[in-house]
Each structure stands twice: as C-alpha cells, then as structure tokens.
C-alpha cells in the first residue's frame, strides 16, 4: 500500500465522478491528497480559491457521512504535478479513465511523469459505470444554458455554477 498518493485535477467543476474516484482512491493509500491544480491551459471557469473550497467542502461532507476516512485532504498546487507530488512525498499518482479516448493522453503523461519523477507510479481507475459519460467540460455547457445538472454534481457546486451562470444564459 502506498503511504501518500495524489489525486490532481482542474475540479472545474468537482462532480459525483472525482468524488467516486476519490472514495476508491483512499482505499489504496495510507493517505490521499486531492490536488486542486491551478491549469491556466485548460482556462477554468472557476478560481482556484473556489474550487478548492468546493472539494474541501464535499470531503469534510464524505467524512461525517463515513464515505470516506480521515485519510484524504485537499491541497491546491500551481506548476508542475512532478514537483508538487516530490514536495509532498507522494510514490502514487490516481488518474481517472472515463473511456477508451481518455487512455492515449493519459499514458503520455504518466511516461512523462515517470521521466521527471522516477519514484512515481501513475495508477488508473476507471470510472463507475454511472458515471464514465461525465465530464467537466458537460457538466459546464449544460450550466451555462440553464440546465439541471443535479445529477451531475453536489448541490454546493450546483448552486455555484446557478450563480455564476445566471447573468450569462446563452454566453
């Protein structure tokens, strides 16, 4: 069992599927850290402030309910993944696989993450059946046009993406 492993993402925003993958992932970990990554690349609609707050506020949640132990934190990081995983000590990195799409990008940056960091294993979950079609970037369009996305993600990050889009319908 790895001592520390790291569960990075953009979170923008955290849906039913991260957090499905963060209760598997905890399970092979003595501790797991959820990396709240800054990603200017992907161009998030929400702050790295606020996405931070919004999984923090769903673990404490998965704690109390017993989802999950006290093994998992959150941590938001800027720069490289390699040099954010060294700083903490982590020998485990959790990527999640929706479909077979998400493999090809996926296996480039963990051959590139094992090059830059040789004591890092890169372990791959795949999705729940339930959740393999979520995406963040669905889970937005479907916001930003007035859509339900309840079934898509917790109601805290709901009620953020109602308020963020409500002055945008149609942007």
């Known amino acids: 069992m790895a001592h520390i492993a790291l569960y990075p993402g953009t ?3 955290l849906t039913f599927g991260h957090l499905d ?3 598997r992932a905890s399970t092979l970990c003595k501790k797991l850290i959820v990396g709240v ?3 200017p690349g992907k161009n998030p609609t929400l702050s790295l402030d606020k996405r931070k707050e919004l999984v923090e506020i769903e673990i404490i949640r998965m704690k109390e309910t017993g989802s999950i132990s006290e093994n998992v934190e959150v941590q938001a990081f800027t720069g490289l993944l390699t040099e ?16 077979v799409s998400d493999f090809e ?12 960091h040789q004591k890092l294993e890169t372990v791959f979950l795949t999705a729940s ?6 995406a963040s970037r669905l889970v937005k369009e479907i916001a930003r046009y007035g859509g339900d996305v309840s079934s898509f993600v917790p109601k805290n990050v709901e009620q ?10 149609n942007i």
């Open 37 to 39: 990554a800054e990603n």
């Open 11 to 13: 979170f923008d925003p």
């Open 84 to 99: 954010f995983a060294k700083l903490l000590d982590a020998s485990m990195l959790i990527r999640g696989l929706r479909a």
């Open 105 to 116: 990008y996926e296996f480039q940056m963990a051959s590139a993450n094992k090059r830059l």
């Open 129 to 134: 059946e339930k959740q393999h079609f979520v």
């Open 160 to 169: 953020e993406l109602i308020l963020l889009f409500r002055d945008k319908k």
């Open 21 to 23: 993958m963060i209760v």
